[in-house]
């Protein structure tokens, strides 16, 4: 992996794709914001093409910028847009539907050094419409938790490949998964609330 020092604001960036996520199963994108915001010191928000008020509640906060992308079914390209966007030095991805266990600046939650390290997994944990931990994997297997990272520096040389199962590589494309600070020194956990069949059939 190359190192590329980029002159960046010293902070956090929340980037974030979104549709239609007026409401959802977490509560909608008014309160991720009003959880997340107080977190980070800027959020960037790619609307894909909502049909709801995403859009309109997103840009009344001050902190928040909106942009518009065309989706082109492709999960990485969307997420690489607000990742090109975003004007801090490290970077914070979740979705609306997703909670992260914490409360203010999740700066002071991490170490404040990236020596060897360019990134930071979570431990994310699915929850169903009953409240149940679960996840399906594509073995059949049912488990309560993965890892994913999720907070990492504003490189450009780290970016998402594949357009549905989307994955942080570097630019050679090698996954960065020797480089990051294993879960078990983060201790962050992000709940992420599973849809219902029928709202899944009409996303």
Known sequence: MKWVKTAKLDGVSLCMIVKDEENNPAGGINTFLKHH???????????????????????????????DYPWDGSFSNARNFSLENANYNHILVLDADERLQHSGSIKPALPTYFEKLFGYEFCFINIDQNGVRKRITNHGDIDNYKHRVRYFMNLPCLRFRGEVHEQLQDIDNVTIHGFIRGHSEVGLIVNHYLPSEQELARK
């Open 37 to 67: 915001l107080p977190m980070v010191d800027e959020a960037i928000v790619v609307d894909t093409g909502s049909s709801d008020r995403t859009v309109e509640i997103a840009g009344g906060y001050d902190n928040v910028r909106v942009l």
